[in-house]
């Protein structure tokens, strides 16, 4: 539904080109979460800001349902960002109208009549869970409820598309958890497609079907969420995990000593609940000690992680190859990955 494609901008200032964005190719599925992870600096505004032009590619295309709106005239541009949303971090809301003006004023400027704005305005406010603040001033709300009025104001126009520009930073934890929340029953509810960026994985494993991780003006990884958290490939994809307290690594710390082998096993889904280490310790008479171990849930699916060393109690080593593959047989029966660390 949205595809970028080979996407370049530079910005130049009086001291020198800064290459914000070096050949992106993105594909969005429609009535998808999609989030773009990155640190500070790595070309995330720039590139979402891409979807509705804001910002302007100095090269490639931005298709929307196959459109390439890079060649649109103004008036059909104009059109085209009707039907697509933006929700800012610093909420952006008029200070001196009311929660009500302000969600009116997208269907103001789209001509939509006077009866029609507040009808849709005081839908959407209720949607947001705001019925009881329409008349307040911005300067009266708190951050989250202030955030669910710039919500609001972004689905007035009924778009199909939700830009997020980080749309929790300015928020504390528990206002983030439900506003991500909100976004999540949006995207459900009204199967709008949302585009997201962030720096934080938690917001990404909270929300996201899909993710594509942006590093230096590049995406250096993509792929559904599951994927990409339970086997991320780039280093960048590695330490934002590790520094949201998913380290792949730590089994390091205590493998030192360990002769035997060391597997690590990724179970997701179905089955997550599955007794399956007491099934090992019997089935196959092994003995086994964890050295690091997750469990939890990305968006609605439930997993876990765990770096197990394995020993037999009548030595391993004089029939090591068997014992690897029963433990390979043993687990992908029950459709956990394998992956052996140590031999
Ligand atoms: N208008 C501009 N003029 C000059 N440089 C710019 C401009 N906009 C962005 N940049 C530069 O382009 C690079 C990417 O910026 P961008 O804002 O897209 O990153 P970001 O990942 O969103 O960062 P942050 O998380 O800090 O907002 C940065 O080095 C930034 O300084």
């Given at each position: 539904?949205?595809?970028?494609?080979?996407?370049?901008?530079?910005?130049?200032?009086?001291?020198?080109?800064?290459?914000?964005?070096?050949?992106?190719?993105?594909?969005?599925?429609?009535?998808?979460?999609?989030?773009?992870?990155g640190?500070?600096?790595a070309?995330?505004?720039?590139?979402?800001?891409?979807?509705?032009?804001?910002?302007?590619?100095?090269?490639?295309?931005?298709?929307?349902?196959?459109?390439?709106?890079?060649?649109?005239?103004?008036?059909?541009?104009?059109?085209?960002?009707?039907?697509?949303?933006?929700?800012?971090?610093?909420?952006?809301?008029?200070?001196?109208?009311?929660?009500?003006?302000?969600?009116?004023?997208?269907?103001?400027?789209?001509?939509?009549?006077?009866?029609?704005?507040?009808?849709?305005?005081?839908?959407?406010?209720?949607?947001?869970?705001?019925?009881?603040?329409?008349?307040?001033?911005?300067?009266?709300?708190?951050?989250?409820?202030?955030?669910?009025?710039?919500?609001?104001?972004?689905?007035?126009?009924?778009?199909?598309?939700?830009?997020?520009?980080?749309?929790?930073?300015?928020?504390?934890?528990?206002?983030?958890?439900?506003?991500?929340?909100?976004?999540?029953?949006?995207?459900?509810?009204?199967?709008?497609?949302?585009?997201?960026?962030?720096?934080?994985?938690?917001?990404?494993?909270?929300?996201?079907?899909?993710?594509a991780i942006i590093d230096g003006g590049k995406i250096v990884e993509q792929?559904?969420?599951?994927?990409?958290?339970?086997?991320p490939q780039h280093a960048t994809t590695?330490?934002?995990?590790?520094?949201?307290?998913?380290?792949?690594?730590?089994?390091?710390?205590?493998?030192?000593?360990?002769?035997?082998?060391?597997?690590?096993?990724?179970?997701?889904?179905?089955?997550?609940?599955?007794?399956?280490?007491?099934?090992?310790?019997?089935?196959?008479?092994?003995?086994?000690?964890?050295?690091?171990?997750?469990?939890?849930?990305?968006?609605?699916?439930?997993?876990?992680?765990?770096?197990?060393?394995?020993?037999?109690?009548?030595?391993?080593?004089?029939?090591?190859?068997?014992?690897?593959?029963?433990?390979?047989?043993?687990?992908?029966?029950?459709?956990?990955?394998?992956?052996?660390?140590?031999?």
């Amino acid at each position: 539904m949205i595809k970028i494609k080979n996407i370049h901008k530079s910005f130049r200032t009086k001291e020198k080109v800064l290459h914000a964005l070096q050949g992106i190719d993105l594909h969005i599925k429609q009535g998808k979460v999609f989030g773009i992870i990155g640190r500070s600096g790595a070309g995330k505004s720039t590139l979402i800001r891409m979807i509705n032009l804001l910002e302007r590619p100095d090269q490639g295309e931005v298709l929307i349902d196959g459109t390439d709106i890079t060649q649109l005239k103004t008036e059909e541009l104009r059109q085209l960002r009707h039907k697509i949303g933006m929700v800012f971090q610093h909420f952006n809301l008029l200070e001196s109208r009311t929660v009500l003006d302000n969600v009116m004023f997208p269907l103001r400027v789209a001509g939509a009549p006077a009866d029609q704005r507040k009808a849709r305005a005081l839908e959407l406010l209720k949607l947001v869970g705001l019925s009881d603040h329409v008349h307040k001033y911005p300067r009266q709300l708190s951050g989250g409820q202030k955030q669910r009025v710039g919500i609001a104001r972004a689905l007035s126009t009924e778009p199909k598309i939700l830009l997020c520009d980080e749309a929790t930073s300015a928020l504390d934890p528990e206002t983030t958890q439900s506003v991500l929340a909100l976004l999540n029953e949006i995207n459900k509810t009204l199967g709008i497609t949302i585009v997201l960026i962030t720096h934080s994985m938690d917001v990404v494993r909270n929300l996201c079907d899909e993710v594509a991780i942006i590093d230096g003006g590049k995406i250096v990884e993509q792929g559904d969420v599951v994927s990409v958290f339970l086997h991320p490939q780039h280093a960048t994809t590695k330490a934002l995990l590790s520094e949201s307290g998913m380290d792949m690594d730590s089994w390091k710390l205590l493998a030192g000593d360990i002769k035997g082998k060391l597997i690590r096993l990724t179970y997701h889904g179905k089955g997550a609940a599955e007794p399956l280490l007491s099934q090992l310790g019997r089935e196959l008479n092994l003995d086994f000690s964890i050295l690091q171990g997750s469990i939890g849930q990305i968006k609605e699916t439930p997993f876990g992680q765990l770096v197990i060393a394995v020993a037999h109690p009548e030595a391993l080593t004089a029939n090591l190859r068997t014992t690897e593959t029963e433990l390979r047989e043993f687990f992908e029966a029950r459709n956990v990955d394998v992956e052996v660390l140590q031999s």
